[in-house]
């Protein structure tokens, strides 16, 4: 009996604990083939303040240290009221045409997600033209067990990989302009 009443003991706290589980993190892998060399590509993104010259939905973007980690940037989106998106350099390396940043802030109706971290890479594709992968990490905007729908983990991919494509996109569009 008593090893009857532990058993359900122990499946009521599994259950609650399945029941509070949090939001899962979630990730997003966008990439575009560009038919030049990586060096002309990389040369359009690396620098961590002048993605607005090739993100379509970014009307400027100023950073405090250029591409040295810790440099804090700070995009004016082109939308009504010109919101802006605070981040910062992680990490740089203009050898491996790669770079990692953070939002450090975003209000959710802007971008519903949380604790975001990216990763910016420019690759030979091995046929003289280049493979542009854009990675993310990050959390839903609203972290409650029931989120509201627009801060759900659909609207937080459906809007990361809405930013993702619109920048690869144009970058691929500027990129292979002649």
């Known amino acids: 009996m ?3 009443l532990t058993a359900a003991v ?3 706290l599994g259950l609650l604990a399945a029941q ?3 939001p899962t993190r979630q990730k997003m892998i966008e990439t575009v083939d ?3 060399p990586v060096d002309k590509v990389w040369a359009l993104v690396k620098d961590f303040d002048a993605i607005a010259k090739w993100h379509p939905v970014i009307a400027s973007s100023k950073a405090t240290k250029g591409n040295e980690p810790g ?3 700070t995009l004016v989106l082109k939308a009504p009221g010109n919101p802006e998106i605070i981040e910062q ?3 740089y390396s203009d050898a491996d045409h790669t770079y990692h940043y953070q939002i450090d802030t975003v209000d959710v109706k802007v971008l519903p997600i949380q604790n975001y971290s990216s990763w910016l890479k420019v690759e030979d594709d091995g046929h003289g033209g280049s493979m542009v992968e854009w990675k993310g990490a990050y959390y839903r905007g609203d972290q409650r067990n029931d989120p509201v729908p627009e801060l759900n983990d659909d609207a937080a991919n459906a809007a990361v990989k809405g930013v993702y494509r619109a920048g690869l996109d144009n970058l691929k569009k500027i990129a292979e302009a002649p």
């Open 2 to 4: 008593k090893l009857l």
């Open 10 to 12: 122990a499946l009521a």
């Open 20 to 22: 509070a589980h949090g």
């Open 34 to 36: 560009i038919n030049k």
């Open 71 to 73: 440099s804090i940037r």
């Open 89 to 91: 350099l992680l990490t």
